[in-house]
């Protein structure tokens, strides 16, 4: 399995923005849906967005939606988290992996169903 590459975290103050990328060097992601998670201290990973192949399915997490917006470019085979009007609650280790089969996209909050986990970028929103 080759990992994916997380990128673009930081930190900034609630309100404002961060775009998280995911690479995976030599790997052609152009063929799978890409799903982000997060991890904050002390709590189970969650899932928060996934985007297909062909970026026509979007799915968000409820508490993102609005507010987070990903997107893929297959030129540079990098896929992007929007994230903007960031709130606390969203600090957090950020992680991309890629789905196995894009036919279990609608089933795309089960992490079971990804590969290629990467080592995560922190995003800290505090005031």
């Known amino acids: 399995q080759v990992p994916l590459v997380e990128s673009g975290g930081g930190s900034v103050q609630p309100g404002g923005s961060l775009r998280l990328s995911c690479t995976a060097p030599g790997f052609d992601l152009g063929n799978h849906a890409i799903g982000w998670f997060r991890q904050a201290p002390g709590k189970p990973r969650e899932e928060v967005s996934c985007?297909?192949?062909?970026?026509?399915?979007?799915y968000y997490r409820d508490s993102v939606k609005g507010r987070f917006t990903t997107s893929r470019d297959k030129a540079k085979n990098t896929i992007y988290l929007q994230m903007d009007n960031l709130k606390p609650e969203d600090t957090a280790s950020y992680y991309c992996a890629r789905m196995r089969d894009e036919r279990w996209i609608k089933h795309w909050t089960l992490q079971n169903k990804y590969e290629g986990w990467g080592q995560g970028t922190q995003v800290t929103v505090s005031s």
């Open positions: 985007i297909g192949s062909y970026a026509d399915r979007v």
